[in-house]
């Protein structure tokens, strides 16, 4: 065992978050945990969500319709449950965050909301790059609205070596075209690079030229340590399957601003928006509850929900500060692994400073893209299970909730080993 192996086994030795390991289902390879760095993408399956699942069941069969009311956790107020959770998950108050829907769906039904075009002010900024999605969805916003994406869609291109984008040039553009941009929809970690940004001060920016801000946290939540509300930001999104280990197309989630609770805004309204108090009179007239659960359209998916519950739980008992403090410590690790053993195959993309990025490190690996794919297999086959971007990136997540550092030294030991020749 290489010395630097045993100093790994000591670290996850002392790591005071090691047991959460044992709630996760680590996938197998050839009988032995695989080294799981895609927690960016899919997050592992909490041992306690089949349980959950079954009880949902059970209360289905054996009380019908009455298991609204009457079940382990009734799901007529189920959305509820998750609430606390949500808000703490991502630094909100209870008021502003639901769990809804799925991602997308949610970015398009709060820019019903927060994306108002005028003649004067019809842009949208987004960085170059963006998740196709995201792109996909502000470009119908903005025709659908009767203007043209050619002019009125602004994407910021990257302006730092390796295709991060500094404050500098957010702050430039704003300044510049700040004055027709109606929404900036930023990312809280940009997918690609990993690169995280500082909400609050983009929202500051954006919302001193008067734009209105809103975010997509797919990478963020669980992620990051967030201040929703402090920040200001007037919305955000995010999906619950990456680093919240909801499961494959889990709820997503959606935040508005305190300050929007009670809105003139126009929104696409459902059942589930109405005021609590009167939504079972089922009068014509909408009236929605206010806060973000005004935003909901349709009676929860329950057994989509119960993932999502069990998996705050286990946020809360782990705490966001702990986890975070862990996941400085891994990434910081294992791009000092890369730089000193490595540093002639992978190039870091991912910014240096904590600060600037979550849980993810992009390498760039060198020598094109047929060199990268072969890695990647190599990587692979080995039981060393990262994410593909093309043309040439790997992204590798160390996860604080599951991850050790022992698995940082396995994917750099098989970098190596496919360096000197396999
Ligand atoms: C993962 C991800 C999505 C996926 O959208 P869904 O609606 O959940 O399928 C969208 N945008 C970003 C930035 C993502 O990272």
Known sequence: MSMDMAAAQALDAADPLREFRSRFHIPQHEGVDQAYFCGNSLGLQPRAVRAALVQELDDWAALGVEAHFRGKHPWMPYHAEVREGLAA???????????????????????????RPTRERPAILIEAGAFPSDRYGVESQIRFHGFDPATDLIELAADEPGGTISMEAIERTLAEHGHRIALVLWPGVQYRTGQAFDLKRITELAHARGCVVGFDLA?????????????????????????????????????????????????????????QATRFKMGPEFRPTPGAEG????????????PLRVSLDLFAEAGMDRLRAKSEKLTGHLEALIQSRVANVLDVVTPADPARRGCQLSLRVQGGRERGRALFEFLEARGIVGDW?????????????????TDLHRFVDAVESWRDGG
């Open 89 to 115: 998950l991502v630094g909100a108050l209870p008021s502003e965050v639901v769990a809804m829907n799925s991602l997308t769906a949610n970015l398009h039904f709060l820019m019903v909301s927060f994306y």
């Open 219 to 275: 990478h963020g939540a669980g992620n990051l340590k967030l201040a929703l509300h402090d920040s200001g930001v007037d919305f955000a999104a995010w999906c619950h399957y990456k680093y919240c280990n909801s499961g494959p197309g889990a709820v997503a989630g959606a935040f508005v601003h305190e300050r929007h609770a009670v809105t003139d805004r126009p929104r696409f309204a459902g059942w589930w928006g109405h005021d």
């Open 295 to 306: 935003w909901q359209l349709s009676n929860p998916p329950i057994l989509a929900l119960a």
């Open 389 to 405: 971007r093309e043309p040439d990136v790997i992204r590798i997540s160390p996860v604080p909730l599951y991850n050790r550092f």
